[in-house]
């Protein structure tokens, strides 16, 4: 069976600062892709970043970057020089076709709230 | 563009309405999904389209509906439900049902059941 765990329900984090946003899986599978979704009070679910099971390097988008530990099965998301917008809820998820599973599977989210 | 629109983004229905909840993407995706989002809970898998054809049903209760008239376009009928049916209904796609590309969701759509 597949999991994510995200431990973390809330977090705060002063303007300007860094987070690490946590998310440790489950899966038996050699081959499949880890997500990270955005979502604001507004209820869309923004993709952020995805790194895949096989890449070697950590994936970078802007102020985002993935610190993925593959021997450890964390994939924890760094938001740096974090924005008063960036007070939302956070989805780290994950996907493996390969065994036929092809939904996405959620981990159950962390609250962040960035203070001015 | 990197859209997935849906319709309405709120609606509000009596237990005995029929309803639908529309979505629309013009990426070329050939997968597209319905997922329902409890308050202060993840997603909720319910149903997948490939290639307009019903690939997964999460054995959603048959009051839902759903409906891939074209590779655009995915309805989720709503028939008889009940208030505890009542939460954010959103829409998804990809490129394909089995890649490892990301999903790119809808804004939802707030139903509540009185």
């Known amino acids: 069976a597949q999991k994510i765990t995200q431990t973390q329900p809330g977090m705060f984090v002063q303007e300007k600062e860094a987070v690490t946003l946590d998310c440790t899986y489950d899966?038996?599978?050699?081959?499949?892709?880890l997500f990270w979704y955005k979502q604001p009070s507004s209820g869309e679910m923004i993709f952020l970043i995805y790194?895949?099971?096989?890449?070697?390097q950590n994936a970078t988008e802007g102020r985002y970057s993935l610190n993925f530990q593959k021997a450890r099965k964390s994939a924890n998301l760094v938001i740096s020089a974090s924005q008063l917008g960036d007070s939302a809820m956070y989805f780290c998820?994950?996907?493996?076709?390969?065994?036929?599973?092809?939904?996405?599977?959620f981990g159950t989210g962390t609250r962040l709230k960035v203070l001015a | 563009d990197t859209e997935v629109t849906q319709t309405p983004k709120h609606l509000v229905m009596g237990m005995t309405n029929k309803k639908s909840l529309k979505c629309e993407q013009h990426?070329?995706?050939?997968?597209m999904y319905w997922y329902k989002q409890k308050a202060k809970k993840p997603p909720e898998l319910m149903f997948v389209?490939?290639?307009?054809?019903?690939?997964i049903n999460e054995s959603v209760p048959s009051r839902f509906s759903p409906e891939c008239p074209n590779s655009s376009l995915l309805n989720l009928h709503l028939h008889a439900l009940q208030p505890e049916d009542s939460a954010l209904y959103l829409c998804?796609?990809?490129?394909?049902?089995?890649?490892?590309?990301?999903?790119?969701f809808g804004q939802g759509t707030r139903l509540t059941v009185v």
């Open positions: 998804a796609s990809s490129q394909d049902e089995g890649g490892y590309t990301e999903a790119f």
């Open positions: 899966t038996s599978d050699q081959s499949y892709g």
């Open positions: 790194q895949g099971s096989y890449d070697e």
């Open positions: 998820a994950m996907r493996a076709p390969a065994s036929g599973t092809y939904k996405y599977i």
């Open positions: 990426m070329g995706h050939r997968a």
């Open positions: 389209y490939s290639y307009e054809k019903l690939s």
